[in-house]
């Protein structure tokens, strides 16, 4: 079975970066595209972008492009998410969540738990 | 971009009752790919329908899903107590994918 682990909640400044990490178990980590949505207080969802791991070549939404980076490090199956410039409207769950099909950005069949950034001074 | 639209807003039912949920789309979705998420407070979505009308492993048949082009929906044939929720859809056939709103299936 599929589990997508993520890192703890995070607490930062305005102006700050944040990390969020999340470790995938249970099938091949390479091929799959990890996606990153997150969730602000009472909000929808809102699609982030993703990477497939083997490809190497993030796909980011444009809203984020500058602002955001997607690695992945298929040696420890753990994709990561690195947001910049932190304002206060970036506090929100963070999730990654993974397809099930390679090679391919298409539905979230697994999701992680989520992180939650919270952005305050 | 495509926009999704759900409604409505907040589908007030009781258990037993059939919900029946809309998501329209801005522009054609290419191949159908609309997919449906159930999300309760505190946790991730969990993924209902995919292909639009394609039930998750392990998802009841009760949830089933329709529709083609723009217009999608979401059916509940019988209201379980634990279907009250929130539901989303999402279009992941054009890149930026998206997602609807949201529709808050209460209990009345």
């Known amino acids: 079975q599929v589990q997508l682990i993520q890192s703890g909640a995070e607490v930062k400044m305005p102006g700050s970066s944040v990390k969020v990490s999340c470790k995938a178990s249970?099938?091949?980590?390479?091929?799959?595209?990890i996606n990153w949505v997150r969730q602000a207080p009472g909000q929808g969802l809102e699609w982030m972008g993703g990477?497939?791991?083997?490809?190497?070549?993030?796909n980011y939404a444009r809203k984020f492009q500058g602002r955001v980076t997607f690695t992945a490090d298929k040696s420890t199956s753990t994709a990561y998410l690195e947001l910049r410039s932190l304002r206060s409207e970036d506090t929100a769950v963070y999730y990654c969540?993974?397809?099930?099909?390679?090679?391919?950005?298409?539905?979230?069949?697994?999701w992680g738990r989520g992180t939650l950034v919270t952005v305050s001074s | 971009e495509i926009v999704l639209t759900q409604s409505p807003g907040t589908l007030s039912l009781s258990p037993g009752e059939r919900a029946t949920l809309s998501c329209r789309a801005s522009?054609?979705?290419?191949?159908?790919?609309v997919a449906w998420y159930q999300q309760k407070p505190g946790q991730a979505p969990r993924l209902l329908i995919y292909?639009?009308?394609s039930r998750a492993t392990g998802v009841p048949d009760r949830f089933s899903g329709s529709g083609s082009g723009t217009d999608f929906t979401l059916t509940i044939s019988s209201l379980e107590p634990e279907d009250f929720a929130v539901y989303h859809c999402?279009?992941?056939?054009?890149?930026?994918?998206?997602f609807g709103g949201g529709t808050k299936v209460e209990i009345k």
């Open positions: 249970g099938d091949t980590f390479s091929n799959y595209a």
């Open positions: 292909g639009a009308s």
């Open positions: 990477i497939i791991p083997s490809v190497g070549v993030p």
């Open positions: 969540a993974r397809g099930h099909i390679v090679y391919d950005f298409s539905s979230f069949h697994f």
């Open positions: 999402q279009q992941y056939g054009r890149s930026p994918l998206t």
């Open positions: 522009q054609t979705v290419s191949s159908n790919y």
